[in-house]
């Protein structure tokens, strides 16, 4: 499986505001995960409340790069979840890159 990343800045057309804070723009990133021609995409936006960024959600997710091409494409629900749960401790504690793998 190859992964590619981006890292993109966004500016929403609207303020995105909580009681903490106001963003009136973000960094996120995004990947696409590609095995035998099929594709998925995915999206990090990480929290700086969670101590996150768009550049440390990006090393977690290009660090696990090399892991991901070892592996054979799943063909089953089954493998999909034997990968996963490979993957899903390489990228703690980024729960951004998580959610972008997850998506992917």
């Known amino acids: ?5 981006a ?3 966004l500016s929403p057309r609207r303020a995105f505001r909580i009681s903490r804070g106001e963003k009136k723009r973000v960094r996120n ?4 995960l590609t095995a035998e021609g099929i594709t998925g995409y995915g999206e990090a936006s990480p929290n700086a409340f969670y101590g996150e960024t768009a550049a440390s959600a990006a090393a977690r997710l290009a660090q696990i790069a090399p892991h991901l091409e070892s592996l ?4 089953d629900v ?3 979840r034997r990968h996963w749960e490979e993957c899903w401790p390489r990228l703690r504690p980024s729960r951004a890159a998580q959610c972008a793998l997850d998506l992917a």
Not at 1 to 5: I, Q
Not at 72 to 75: A, C, D, G
Request: net charge positive.
């Open 29 to 32: 990133v995004f990947i696409r």
């Open 78 to 80: 089954a493998a999909i």
């Open 7 to 9: 890292t993109v800045s």
């Open 1 to 5: 499986m190859r992964l590619d990343l």
């Open 72 to 75: 054979p494409p799943p063909r």
